[in-house]
Structure formats: structure tokens, C-alpha cells
């Protein structure tokens, strides 16, 4: 019974390709989260989504573009996959804006 | 804007003996929250423990404890009775509660990489 689940854990890839990287949470949580971790392990937020509406949207490239289906889930999408890519990226999610975020396994995408 | 520091990229202590981490952070804000997550070889973010700015007392989870020294913006960790399986890369975090459009956001430091020697 998995909190916050992410599908595929590992991704390798062409440049140029479209590629989807799935989140799901079972946790009833009302936000949810995509974050970046770089090659030197740093972390940093890129999208939340709080009652299927994007509040927060950092400074990255519109080639990613979150989707929300539904409450449980929070998928990303790359178009265009470039080099720079290439990182863990992880799903979050937590009750509201203030509660504490709890963390998927992390999709580690590989751009060649 | 917000940051975290890290200072110390890497730590190490023997088995069973007792090591802090610290983290200093800048914001103008009263109202937060700190918290510091554990990622092992794994790679899983693990909520180790958190504090709520508001309060004065210092988190503590088993052999996790803060001091929060909120006048110097410091927010160290102490893990007491090291174990081989504390060994990991611990990330100081900070979430602004009131501010704009950043509300709700975890910002990271860069993390410090504790090894633990048997």
C-alpha cells in the first residue's frame, strides 16, 4: 500500500522524444508536487498542484507541463527531451499547503 | 528570497556515537516550517523530522532532535546512537507558509552526505 507511487522508475530516452512520467498518491491529500534533483543531488520545486489547480509554477522551461486528471494523480510531461534533462524527478503530495510533503521513489530519466 | 545552507557537504561518525548536522536559513518570514528528510543509496525522501517556527520547544523523533535557534536562523539536527543504517544524505528544508506565490514550497539546501563507520 504504496503513499505515493511514480511510474517508470527509470526512463532512458532519445533526445527530441515526448515522454510522460506518471505520479499517483492513495494518501486523500489535496496538493500535490514535482520536484527536480540535478546530478549534484540538489533539489528544487517545479510545479504543485492544490484541488487540480496550478499554484505554484517555478521558472522551467514549458516544455514540461504538469497534468492532473484527477486528485490522485499528478502526471509530467516532457516534450522535446533535451540533454539537460536529464535528473531524478520526484512526486509529492500533502494534505494542503501546509502540512508535511511525503515523497514518491523518484523516476530517474536519462536523456542521450 | 528564501535559501538554505548546508555548510558541511559530508560527515562522518562512528557507530553508536552521536554527530549534528546544520543548516542556517535566511527568509524575512515569522511564519514556517524547517524540516530535515533523509535520502539513503535508495534514493527515497524520508521525512526525518520537522518544526513548526511558531514553537519554541525543539522537535525530537527517537534519536532525532532539533535545536532551533530561530533569532539565528539555525535549524541543526542530532542523531544519537549513530546506526549503520542512518548513513545517508540529509536535506534541510524550509516552507514558507505566507509568502505569494512560493507558499506551500519546500526550499532545500544541498544536503550533506553522512557516512557511518562500523
Known amino acids: 500500500d504504496t503513499a505515493v507511487s511514480q511510474t517508470p522508475k527509470y526512463l532512458v530516452t532519445q533526445m527530441g522524444n515526448d515522454k510522460s512520467i506518471k505520479c499517483e498518491q492513495n494518501?486523500?491529500?489535496?496538493?500535490m508536487y514535482w520536484y527536480k534533483q540535478d546530478s549534484k543531488k540538489f533539489l528544487k520545486i517545479m510545479f504543485s498542484?492544490?484541488?487540480?489547480?496550478?499554484?505554484i509554477n517555478e521558472t522551467v522551461p514549458n516544455r514540461f507541463s504538469p497534468k492532473s486528471p484527477d486528485k490522485a494523480h499528478l502526471n509530467l510531461h516532457i516534450n522535446s527531451l533535451e540533454l539537460g534533462d536529464s535528473a531524478v524527478y520526484f512526486c509529492a503530495s500533502s494534505q494542503n499547503l501546509r502540512q508535511t510533503q511525503y515523497f514518491g521513489p523518484g523516476t530517474r530519466l536519462l536523456v542521450l | 528570497a528564501q535559501t538554505v545552507t548546508q555548510s558541511q557537504p559530508e560527515m562522518s561518525v562512528q557507530e553508536a556515537e552521536t554527530v549534528t548536522l546544520s543548516c542556517t536559513y535566511d527568509?524575512?518570514?515569522?511564519?514556517?516550517?524547517l524540516f530535515w528528510y533523509k535520502q539513503p543509496p535508495s534514493r527515497q525522501m524520508i521525512l526525518v523530522i520537522r518544526q513548526e517556527a511558531y514553537k519554541q520547544q525543539n522537535a525530537t523523533e527517537n534519536r532525532f532532535s532539533v535545536n532551533f535557534q530561530k533569532a539565528a536562523k539555525s535549524f541543526s539536527l542530532k542523531i544519537s546512537d549513530s546506526q549503520l543504517g542512518d548513513a545517508a544524505m540529509y536535506f534541510c528544508a524550509y516552507r514558507a507558509l505566507n509568502y505569494g506565490g512560493s507558499q506551500g514550497n519546500l526550499i532545500f539546501g544541498k544536503g550533506t552526505k553522512l557516512s557511518v563507520k562500523p
Open positions: 498542484y492544490n484541488n487540480k489547480e496550478l499554484i
Open positions: 494518501l486523500g491529500h489535496d496538493t
Open positions: 527568509t524575512s518570514e515569522s511564519d514556517y516550517y
